[in-house]
Structure formats: structure tokens, C-alpha cells
């Protein structure tokens, strides 16, 4: 990820740089880690291009670590994307994702997604390869 003048502070950096560099472990890379990165590309860039930025990203740290592809889920990152876009748009800047965090811990229930999707729908092939639109409640900022 390219810095454009967006301000982190130095834990939000270090982990940036470890991703960037590929020192960050896929067996370290779990949903906290998912989510401060999609944080990182929305107070980056926004949400409208964090959507194509995002998912770019993790396709590349699975690839750079010989995961197999397969195990990227596009309605899963998108949503994920979204929840945290809405959030950042509706505050003021958090000075860390850990700040951030602490102020949204409902963001850090891996099983938040299951409010908009049921678990069938979500789980299916079709959202594995491109982004569905919920099924139960709508998705804060999805315009899909």
C-alpha cells in the first residue's frame, strides 16, 4: 500500500510494513488483523476505492504466501469492508486502529456479517466469488 500523506501511528505502521514486506504470517493473520487492514485502506483512501484496494491486497498476501486463492471469499471481504467504512465515516478520525477497536468491539465478533446474511447465502459458492447483496438486514453504505 502506497502512503498518501494519511497518518498512523507507529503499531498501525509496523504492521502495515510487516504486511507490505510479507514478514506477516498467514498464521498471524486473523479477523483483528482483517479488519485493521480494511481500516487502513478506508482512512487511506476511503471506502469507494478501499473496495478495489482491499481485495487486491489480500489476493496478493495469499499469493505471496502460496495460499491457496481459494480460501479468498469476495462477499465476506466486501462486507467486512463496508461495516468498517461505515463506521469511520460517522466519527472522527480514530488516531489508531486500536483506538478504533476499542470504540467498535462489536466489529471484532467474526460473526457480525451473520446479522446481514444468513448463514446459507453467505456461505454459498456464488458469494465465495463475487460480492451478493444480504439477505437478512442491509449493509451500511452498499449501494449494490
Known amino acids: 500500500m502506497n502512503?498518501?500523506?494519511?497518518?498512523?501511528?507507529?503499531?498501525?505502521?509496523?504492521?502495515?510494513?510487516?504486511?507490505?514486506?510479507?514478514?506477516?504470517?498467514?498464521?498471524?493473520?486473523?479477523?483483528r488483523e482483517h479488519l485493521r487492514l480494511a481500516w487502513l485502506c478506508v482512512i487511506q483512501s476511503?471506502?469507494?476505492?478501499?473496495?478495489?484496494?482491499?481485495?487486491?491486497?489480500?489476493?496478493?498476501?495469499?499469493?505471496?504466501?502460496?495460499?491457496?486463492?481459494?480460501?479468498?471469499?469476495?462477499t465476506v471481504t466486501i462486507g467486512w469492508l463496508l461495516l468498517v467504512g461505515a463506521r469511520v465515516s460517522t466519527e472522527p478520525a480514530a488516531p489508531s486502529f486500536a483506538s478504533f477497536a476499542t470504540?467498535?468491539?462489536?466489529?471484532?465478533?467474526?460473526?457480525?456479517?451473520?446479522?446481514?446474511y444468513s448463514r446459507a447465502r453467505l456461505l454459498s459458492a456464488g458469494a465465495r466469488s463475487a460480492f451478493i447483496p444480504p439477505d437478512l438486514a442491509p449493509l451500511p453504505g452498499a449501494g449494490h
Do not use: I, N
Not at 514486506?21 to 493473520?29: E, H, I, M, T, V
Not at 476505492?49 to 491457496?68: I, N, Q
Not at 470504540?103 to 446481514?116: G, M, N, V
Open 3 to 31: 502512503p498518501t500523506g494519511a497518518r498512523r501511528d507507529a503499531e498501525d505502521q509496523r504492521f502495515l510494513d510487516a504486511f507490505d514486506s510479507g514478514a506477516l504470517s498467514p498464521r498471524d493473520f486473523h479477523h
Open 103 to 116: 470504540r467498535h468491539p462489536d466489529l471484532l465478533t467474526s460473526d457480525l456479517l451473520f446479522a446481514h
Open 46 to 74: 476511503g471506502t469507494e476505492a478501499a473496495m478495489e484496494e482491499f481485495p487486491r491486497l489480500l489476493r496478493a498476501f495469499l499469493a505471496r504466501h502460496r495460499v491457496d486463492p481459494a480460501k479468498y471469499h469476495e
